[in-house]
């Protein structure tokens, strides 16, 4: 099943079930049903919310088309969201592309600074990253929506998009074993993780961070739903591509994360607990940024990722005046 967020003539926020990427009932109706209140409401209502959900679908009466509703973030105010770097592709071609941002920064040439950093070796992937998933925690009230025009921040010049795929906690627990952690994922969603490049280079330098790089309005945006995960298997493999103002710029595939969802779940839950409605996100896909291309958004640019097996998510971002 697919599950949306969304607004409709009222303006107040509903829960839709979604019938073919383009019909949606309205499951919140008169407001009644309490698991039906929310997208967190359902989830919290485990397996008993599933199936009232499920035996709805079978008698959905009518049907709104998509594009007559605005659709907001699934969960547009998320218990926690955790981003990781799980595609080694992504990893290695940021290290150089980072080595190049701060040589242009400091007025240096970009291509000799990677030239003396390989021949000292600091272009290698940390050991670290083999080792455990790392991952920092975003701003979980900077959330945007599908569609949103995000107003890139007053501090930064370099405006760059994340193609990402994202977990959301279904069942919470600590300790969580790997094997039993499918048993723990409502569902997942597409993450556009957006990052303010020369701001986050900086920053980052402290050895700390990222912090205003990725922090400031609508720079986490999720959707356009969720789809539950007995009917999505990242490692089954699922195309992630990138679209600027309707060109493809890239493409990738969730078979390709080094560390699964299963991993990261048994790692952040070592002596913590998970609660329903948390999100972990997957980090960029190989290709998926304009860092790693060395091709960042320009003023008025429309990005839109897709991931096969869930849908599109597209937003603008334009600079501030």
């Not at 209502?45 to 009232?52: E, N, W």
């Not at 970009?110 to 080792?131: D, F, K, M």
């Not at 945006?221 to 298997?233: K, L, N, R, S, Y």
Request: net charge negative; with cysteine.
């Amino acid at each position: 099943m697919k599950f949306a967020t969304f607004e409709d003539g009222a303006r107040i926020p509903k829960l839709g079930l979604v019938h073919s990427g383009q019909r949606l009932q309205d499951l919140t109706g008169d407001g009644r049903d309490p698991d039906f209140s929310s997208l967190q409401a359902l989830i919290e209502a485990g397996q008993r919310g599933l199936d009232k959900a499920h035996d709805a679908a079978q008698k959905p009466g009518d049907l709104m088309n998509v594009a007559d509703v605005r659709l907001l973030a699934p969960l547009p105010r998320p218990q926690q969201i955790r981003d990781f770097m799980c595609f080694e592709t992504h990893v290695r071609q940021s290290i150089r592309s980072i080595v190049r941002l701060r040589a242009m920064a400091a007025g240096e040439d970009p291509e000799r600074a990677l030239e003396t950093a390989e021949a000292a070796g600091q272009l290698e992937v940390p050991a670290i990253w083999y080792e455990r998933p790392v991952y920092y925690k975003a701003n979980r009230f900077a959330v945007g929506h599908p569609g949103d025009t995000v107003t890139w921040p007053v501090y930064s010049r370099l405006m760059d998009y994340e193609c990402e795929l994202a977990c959301i906690i279904g069942q919470g627990g600590r300790d969580i074993r790997k094997d039993d952690a499918r048993d723990h994922i409502f569902g997942y969603t597409i993450f556009n993780d957006l990052s303010a490049r020369d701001a986050q280079s900086a920053e980052m330098g402290g050895q700390l961070g990222p912090a205003k790089g990725k922090d400031f309005d609508k720079a986490n945006i999720f959707g356009p739903w969720v789809v539950t995960a007995d009917e999505f298997d990242p490692a089954q493999g699922h195309a992630m591509r990138v679209f600027v103002n309707g060109a493809q710029r890239s493409e990738g595939n969730s078979k390709d994360m080094h560390w699964g969802f299963a991993d990261l779940i048994a790692y952040v839950s070592q002596s913590e607990s998970l609660h329903p409605g948390e999100i972990l996100g997957s980090g960029t896909v190989g290709n998926g940024c304009g860092l790693e291309l060395m091709r960042f958004l320009e003023n008025g640019d429309e990005i839109t990722l897709e991931i096969d097996g869930i849908g599109r998510l597209t937003n603008r971002v334009e600079m501030a005046v």
